[in-house]
DNA sequence: CCGCCGCGCGTTAGCGCAAACATCGAGGCC
DNA sequence: GGCCTCGATGTTTGCGCTAACGCGCGGCGG
């Protein structure tokens, strides 16, 4: 590809075209935008114009350009670019565990959001749950000149961490407490465990166990409150909820205890991965779903319809969580004032593991 | 020109003290590190001097330094950093779905690896596979100014994709083919396809049934490959591979298929959803896993002990894929020739889901 | 007592780009 | 036809930082 070395004998300059026919070449320097302009035989900052408002330039000469661009493959520097504008089209996101599906879900939405508004994505993950941990994520991120950031860590460590922040600096939440002074977008899970618990009263089962989530992460008690709320308003018994950590294997645990249980006939689990776990104690312990016991998750993973029964769940739409993020963090960019939250319904999808109480 | 507006009629210097005592403040702009230097009276360079090569400071003028930049607030500008140095210590990683488990997992690996080495991840999503695709999420990185780049996408397109990308640009690929010009970072998909179909033959299972991924994922056809040459090693019948699509619906839908067919006691699924689908439509077709059917799955995620039954399945490392991946990386920026392959051994790891064949 | 060395710090220059202002020619207007 | 306008382009400047070199001063050998 690429046309001739040398742009002219008169334009000189000539800095670096990339493949010099001659030796091997020790990495001719890449070409910068003077190259561009000599070679186009305009200035510099026609070239600059050609980038930024080509509307202001002659499509002829514009033409030109475009073409001395593509011919030494130009690319702008961005260093370059955000050292005089301030802007670098770069938000960051901080994150805990980005192997868990709800927060890998959001990212990808918050990526995919950015990516249509021509935005890149930084990362920083956790590696523990502290104030400090988040505190250093933020850190890591505002040290590369991002714009903004949105922290996907609901988790209490995520307020406290939040407290330090400059109150100026773009920063959004994802589904965390709502006496934060940044803006929030969230599911709302208390709605949604409201649903999964009125949805297993309407069934017939006088009460409804709970195994929660870590009870310092923001999106498990909230699903305890939506659970509890329903429970109380219908005069039923609240059982205590059971504590899990999110993971298969504490669901399972808290299940043998339920299973031993012959009191227990319904039991919503604060995400999938612990329903299966609860499914397959109570398969264990000889309990049958849902004739005996119903059970019920959250978050409606993919695989959720292939568990043994399918899994009745609520599914959060990680997705328009993402967007949202993304968008409301281009409002604080762009300067809107206040801490709005922006929250969505999670939606209750029925399955065969839920059904009539027993008897 | 330089030197203070205003350096000093006392110690007064400040051009940006964070919280001035006044008024609202109309956003002070952030210290620069001009600032520093004024404030702790010597020159910019010193500054420069403290933050890179501390040593060459004299403590206690550094501790001067280092007291100025903490009550300014002081942070370096990382875009000035770059432009001048030419390294931005951000490397980025283009991928298909970071959604699904096993490059969530390794994109997790990779940033912790790369935050230990104090550098950080811009990502990349793709929203199809093919070959621009491929492209563009290397460019849009490239336009980020990356130091280089890890693709985690194991299919063909990423091989495609990468061809144009100039040989000295610092490329690593996770997981895919072995005719590509850059450093590879993978799993040794075929031998642990080999291993888990042995598994199932030294149980007495005259031959093994294959649900495998898109022909068109590496992955997928290294394991079809592994499969494929065990069987063909020890004399048995190879049976059509049913193709799927990673998702649990798939593996269901061929599941059916299988269910009806008497002759088979042993599927070894490409991955873990797909062997979660098999497993329900087995159930669904009254064919009790594993004492008429034996089934295996590939990824071991966290999950698949509390299957029904729990899964054997071949356990990948992720994480260590993800630090080779960003080892190879880092010493091919570092000028490292060549395109070496670092490959690690998955383990099978046995459960419920198979047992000897029946009969 | 002179010259040399090297430590500790300062000065200068320039990375690549875009904002702000300058310039220049072609019309339009009365 | 002089003057003003306006569109298209050029020139200057500086974003914040670090590489490279410069300079003064104290110590040390002869």
Redesign the interface.
Known sequence: MTVPPAPSPAGGAGAAV?DAPGAPAA?PRAAVMEDVAARAGVSAMTVSRVLNSPEKVRPETRARVLAAMRELDY??????R??VTGR?R?LGVVSF???L?GP??T??GI??AA?RAEH??????L?SLTRRSVQDGVE??????VEGIVVIVPHRSAAEGLRGL?P?FPAVVVGAGDDLPVPVAAVDHRAGAARVTRHLLSLGHATVHHVAGPGDWIDASERVAGWRAVLEAAGRPVPEPLPGDW???S??EQGRLLAADPEVTAVFAAND?MA??L??AL?EAGRRVPEEVSVAGFDDV??A????P?LTSVRQPFGEVGRHAFQLLMDRIAGVQGAPRRTVEPELVVRESTAARPG
């Open positions: 990339p990495r690319r702008p520097n961005s260093a370059a955000v050292l670098s770069v565990d980005t192997t599906y890998a879900s990212l990808y990526e995919r990516r890149t994505v930084s990362i920083a993950s590696s890591r991120l505002r040290a590369q000149s400059p100026d993971s298969a294997r669901g399972y991965p299966l776990g499914l397959r398969r993919p695989e319809p292939f568990f043994a399918p």
